[in-house]
């Protein structure tokens, strides 16, 4: 077995070097968890509730910890980072409230002669293959809802998160979930494909539609389920009677919050041309006054760009946006120093030929267009393959669903942006992706549903 280095992206230091899994250790742990599987899920539901409650403890006492190791090899500003793992318990809340109820048995049919049923059944194996962004929601929207449904669970965090992956598996484990219920496999790609090459029962993966692609070949001719969460290039329209200003302020936290490395980051701003210009000027002052910086220090907001490749992706869609004739606001530059830094950057004077209004940046830089209404905002926004989630700030609720209603996306919000609920559904049209986590959807569809007929004999 090789070793997987860790490094800090804010200072490029080595974190740690952990022992990484290889073909035969992953199709090992695959026998294992397979075996595990009729046991976990012939026990009692409140069995399963209680260790996922346990871990919700666990995760509390630790936060400090769990907090450090994230923005330690993520690079996440510490306290983003532990809002992430704060944030998480409201969905295990939700999920250990509703699990039982959502996969119930159900009688939808009874008469004198025949009755018919639904029964919901684990999936068996679920492969977990995870993002490093925020490795607790991505990775906990889909072991946890598997593990209370009776699955057993190989979890394949990030490679750029894998030591949140071993804290995350830790936990379960002291919480009573048993060592072969939930496998962690640690490695980049190639662990993942060789996980694909088990013999599981369904993929869950989240992450960027280049390896989503890759991953929906390799799965599709096993005809097992499958599910993609990837990225997008969120658009949000502020119509001319929005206040320019709150606007302003919730978009350029939506945009730059995670230093922009969020799946449901504000990607696109279509402007009013009546509130354009004010919008803008008080978008840009919010952006100056973010904090870049230390990581580990309680006031940073901007952090380092975790993967380093994204920086040439950055660098690639600012150069193509100034030679397409955009107007520079703030930022643009690579910050020269160790670690992967990038100023935040805002754009106007900025349309659909320029790579930054049409491809995912997935780090702090962003392109507001002026528009001059309704239709044209809602043109531009449906002008994408992706269909992640989308926006309107408006005073006008009716003229927002309106809008909303014509927008191609799996969430769409009306003042406000980059939020997930766990009550929701969390899915993508388009090349956002095929499937959906949370909610009691979100349950389900880690079992399969299983019709009974019964016909009662003589009658
Ligand atoms: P990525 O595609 O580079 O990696 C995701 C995971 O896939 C990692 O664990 C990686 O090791 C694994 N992997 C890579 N190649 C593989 C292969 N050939 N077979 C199997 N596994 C393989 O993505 P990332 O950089 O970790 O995440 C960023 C992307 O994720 C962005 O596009 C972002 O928008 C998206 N994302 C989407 C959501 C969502 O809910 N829709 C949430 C978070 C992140």
């Given at each position: 077995m090789g070793t997987l280095q860790i490094h800090n992206p804010a200072n490029g230091r080595l974190v740690d070097e952990i022992p990484a899994d290889d073909a035969a250790s992953v199709a090992e742990k695959a026998n294992r968890v397979r075996a595990a599987q009729p046991a976990w899920a012939a026990?009692?539901?409140?069995?399963?509730?209680?260790?996922?409650?346990?871990?919700?403890?666990?995760?509390?006492?630790?936060?400090?910890?769990?907090a450090a190791t994230l923005t330690?090899?993520?690079?996440?500003?510490?306290?983003?980072?532990?809002?992430?793992?704060?944030?998480?318990?409201?969905?295990?809340?939700?999920?250990?409230?509703?699990?039982?109820?959502?996969?119930?048995d159900e009688t939808v049919f009874a008469d004198e002669a025949v009755t018919e049923h639904i029964s919901h059944e684990p999936l068996g194996v679920v492969a977990n293959i995870s993002a490093w962004n925020y490795p607790y929601f991505v990775g906990g929207n889909v072991f946890l809802p598997a593990l209370l449904t009776g699955n057993t669970v190989l979890y394949k965090p990030s490679e750029f998160a894998a030591l949140t992956g071993l804290h995350i598996a830790r936990l379960l484990h002291g919480c009573g979930v048993p060592d072969d219920v939930f496998v962690p496999l640690i490695g980049a790609g190639e662990v993942g494909a060789a996980?694909?090459?088990?013999?599981?029962?369904?993929?869950?993966?989240?992450?960027?539609?280049?390896?989503g692609t890759k991953i929906a070949a390799a799965v599709g001719p096993r005809l097992i389920k499958l599910q993609l969460e990837l990225g997008g290039k969120d658009p949000t329209y502020v119509c001319d009677d929005a206040d320019a200003a709150t606007a302003a302020a919730s978009l350029a936290d939506g945009a730059m919050y995670n230093t922009g490395q969020s799946c449901c980051s504000v990607e696109r701003i279509y402007v009013h041309e009546r509130v354009h210009d004010e919008f803008v000027a008080a978008f840009a002052d919010t952006v100056r006054g973010f904090r870049i910086g230390d990581p580990t220090d309680e006031a940073t907001y901007i952090g380092p760009i975790t993967r380093a490749p994204q920086i040439a992706v950055l660098q690639a869609q600012v150069a193509d946006a100034l030679a397409k004739g955009a107007t520079l606001r703030t930022g643009s530059r690579h910050l020269e120093q160790p670690g992967n830094w990038f100023e935040p950057t805002v754009f106007t004077e900025v349309n659909h030929t320029m790579e930054l209004m049409r491809e995912e940046s997935f780090g702090p830089v962003i392109g507001i267009q002026k528009v001059s209404g309704d239709a044209e905002a809602v043109a531009l926004m449906n002008d994408t393959r992706y269909g992640l989630t989308a926006g309107v700030y408006t005073r006008d609720e009716a003229r927002a669903?309106?809008?909303l209603s014509q927008v191609h996306a799996g969430s769409v919000y009306w003042n406000c942006c980059d939020r997930v609920s766990p009550r929701l559904p969390w899915s993508g049209v388009g090349d956002s992706g095929?499937?959906?986590?949370?909610?009691?959807?979100?349950?389900?569809?880690?079992?399969?549903?299983?019709?009974?007929?019964?016909?009662?004999?003589?009658?």
């Open positions: 026990a009692p539901m409140a069995e399963r509730k209680a260790c996922i409650t346990r871990f919700r403890s666990g995760l509390v006492s630790e936060a400090d910890t769990l330690a090899e993520v690079g996440k500003p510490i306290a983003q980072a532990r809002s992430e793992i704060n944030g998480l318990l409201a969905r295990i809340d939700f999920f250990v409230d509703q699990a039982e109820a959502a996969i119930a996980l694909l090459a088990q013999p599981v029962d369904g993929v869950f993966f989240t992450g960027s539609h280049a390896t669903r309106r809008l095929v499937g959906l986590t949370l909610s009691t959807y979100g349950i389900q569809t880690f079992t399969r549903p299983k019709a009974w007929h019964l016909r009662r004999p003589g009658v």
